[in-house]
């Protein structure tokens, strides 16, 4: 069966699979040498609601975690992002005092609850980072297209309409296509990006969350939980996992 913490074991994926599960296997992640894949974890569950325990196997999870353990799962995801302060030392303590009292389940909550505050303060760093004038170059070489009458593609040479100002939403961002009237790029449930002619305050489905990855590209992760992905035919959709398809370099215009 292998490793139940790994990077793809049975006991990551079960506990990623719910609200906030990702802020609990992070550390794991981070200590089978995949920071990365705990980044895109934490981010991932922080668009969730975590307003109560995951599952109740994340209290077993937690106290299997050392204290410095805890402190790695609260440490920013990128250089640049907010440090170690005194709040989140003040949570590790927290927890760390109700896992030695035996209350693992509150110490679980503790974390989760403190691991979405600075997951959040991290994205606020990072959509200020992405936004601009800004083309978007898919993996394959392609840029991202908005069209007059509402469609999403990738083609292979930029003109006008691959030209986007992302606005940066405090922790999410908006891609407004060149286009007049603003037009956004919105992510429908069922996979289908198209671009709409409405507010981002009217319409959640137009903000997307930023990640940027260690090779500097960035990743793109709407409100259903799903990333922004790049098809080598040139269409475009959104789909559950984060892997080279759904990196994009931001080029300015």
């Not at 599960?21 to 990365?36: D, Q």
């Not at 930029?158 to 296509?177: N, T």
Request: charged share 25%; glycine share 10%.
């Amino acid at each position: 069966m292998g490793n139940p913490f790994s990077k793809g074991g049975f006991f990551t994926k079960l506990v990623e699979a719910v609200p906030g599960g990702g802020f609990i296997t992070a550390p794991f992640h981070a200590l089978h040498g995949n920071m990365e894949e705990a980044t895109k974890a934490a981010m991932k569950a922080v668009t969730s609601s975590i307003s109560v325990l995951p599952v109740p196997g994340v209290s077993t999870v937690i106290s299997n975690l050392t204290k410095d353990a805890m402190k790695e799962l609260l440490k920013p995801p990128r250089t640049g992002g907010p440090p170690i302060n005194g709040r989140l030392r003040s949570a590790v303590d927290a927890a760390d005092e109700a896992k030695k009292a035996g209350d693992n389940e509150k110490a679980a909550r503790i974390i989760v609850e403190e691991g979405r505050r600075c997951v959040a303060d991290n994205a606020k760093a990072l959509s200020a980072e992405a936004g601009g004038r800004r083309r978007v170059r898919s993996f394959h070489g392609t840029y991202l297209r908005g069209t007059p009458d509402d469609r999403a593609d990738f083609v292979p040479v930029p003109r006008e309409w691959e030209c986007w100002y992302i606005e940066d939403w405090k922790g999410k961002v908006a891609l407004k296509a060149i286009h007049s009237p603003g037009r956004f790029l919105r992510a429908y449930g069922n996979g289908h990006v198209g671009v709409a002619p409405h507010h981002p305050n009217d319409c959640e489905e137009e903000l997307w969350t930023p990640l940027q990855n260690d090779d500097e590209s960035w990743s793109f992760l709407n409100i259903h939980g799903k990333w922004l992905s790049a098809n080598r035919d040139g269409s475009i959709t959104t789909v559950e996992k984060c892997q080279e398809w759904e990196c994009f370099r931001l080029e300015t215009w």
